[in-house]
């Protein structure tokens, strides 16, 4: 059952009308009806983004949960407060001291959503497009502080003015357009709202024809075929890094991108230059297929450069309090100004 404030806080996604429960959905104002069942509502329903609905409901299922590795979880927690410009867990804690609502975009397995749940007392949504949100579901069903969302984030259905945070990390770039979403998420922003962004990094000219390459190759082939080529480049990734072998950049190969000066392992310097080949020795061979197969599998995945990222935060009248870009992503983090 969703309750009554969480109501408050959404809209029709199609006619931005007030929404009431009835217990078993939320009801527009012209009758348009979309499901609940326990934490979960169900706002999509269209077909657009179907592709990426598949290529990512494939991946989560398949998905090898590390969720209690804490290994793991310290090695994401540390590169994403880094990424953010967070000193440490206290900073981060201080900057969600006052968020009240949370917007999660693109919420995958919860990743996000747990940290936000350890590190602020907020309410908070995890959007999310395929049926990760079965999973997302359960693993929160005893939890009244999440509620989950499928939808599009496009047609979102947050009020204007509702969410204190907007957290989108490394999901609207699997969109035609993410300078629109944006905009239209940050519309639901409160009048101190706080943002956080990260998209993919526009890559070498090489890379982008790589990966270009690679993609268009299997965009029509099955999800298990896919998958399985995502094994083979794991494969290939793995092999390149047991040889042990670093290279110091002597200068930049400006269409391989520019590394020069960086010191760094032959896979790596691949992996940057020419295509991705991603091979972590401190995960498992599973995890490192998923990061493959996640950036191949996707129908749709935009490069965003840095001046266009912070484009967006100014259009939407956001001042940027962190600014950070790598050879994978741009990161901002901003505020209402
Ligand atoms: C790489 S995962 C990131 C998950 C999470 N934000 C995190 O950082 O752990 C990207 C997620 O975005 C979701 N996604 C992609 N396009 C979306 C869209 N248009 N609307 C909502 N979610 C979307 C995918 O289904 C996927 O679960």
């Known amino acids: 059952m969703i309750e009554n404030n969480i109501v408050l806080l959404l809209r029709d996604p199609r006619s931005n009308s007030k929404l009431k429960s009835d217990g078993n959905a939320l009801v527009a104002e012209n009758n ?96 999310e497009l395929s049926d990760s949100v079965y999973y997302l579901k359960e693993k929160y069903k005893n939890n009244e502080r999440v509620v989950v969302v499928k939808a599009d984030a496009l047609y979102h259905p947050f009020a204007d003015g509702s969410i204190d945070l907007l957290s989108c990390e490394q999901a609207i770039h699997h969109t035609d357009n993410p300078g629109k979403i944006f905009s239209s998420l940050c519309k639901s922003l409160s009048r101190n709202g706080k943002v956080i962004l990260a998209v993919y990094a526009k890559k070498s000219a090489i890379r982008e024809k790589f990966d270009t390459i690679i993609r268009d190759t299997i965009a029509k082939e099955s999800s298990e075929r896919k998958f399985d080529l995502a094994k083979k480049i794991t494969e290939i990734g793995q092999i390149l890094s047991d040889m042990k072998v670093d290279v110091e950049v002597p200068k930049s190969f400006s269409e391989f991108g520019n590394l020069a000066g960086e010191k760094m392992s032959l896979q790596r310097f691949l992996y940057f230059s020419v295509f991705k080949c991603f091979w972590n020795d401190d995960f498992s061979f599973e995890k490192s297929v998923e990061f493959n197969h996640d950036w191949y599998s996707y129908p749709i995945c935009n490069k965003t450069s840095l001046e266009e990222g912070s484009l967006w935060f100014i259009k939407n009248g956001l001042g940027i309090d962190y600014i950070d870009s790598n050879a994978s992503n741009i990161n901002i983090r901003g505020s209402k100004k």
């Not at 310290?74 to 900073?91: A, P, T, V, W």
């Open 32 to 127: 348009a009806t979309y499901k609940t069942d326990g934490n979960l509502i169900n706002f999509l329903h269209d077909e657009k983004n179907k592709a990426t609905e598949e290529a990512a409901s494939f991946r989560w299922d398949k998905s090898k949960r590390l969720e209690t590795d804490s290994g793991f979880i310290k090695h994401q927690l540390n590169d994403f407060l880094l990424r953010y410009g967070f000193d440490n867990i206290e900073s981060f804690k201080i900057f969600l001291k006052d968020v009240k609502t949370i917007a999660e975009i693109g919420a995958g397995e919860g990743r996000m959503v747990d940290w936000f749940l350890e590190y602020s007392n907020a309410t908070i949504f995890a959007l």
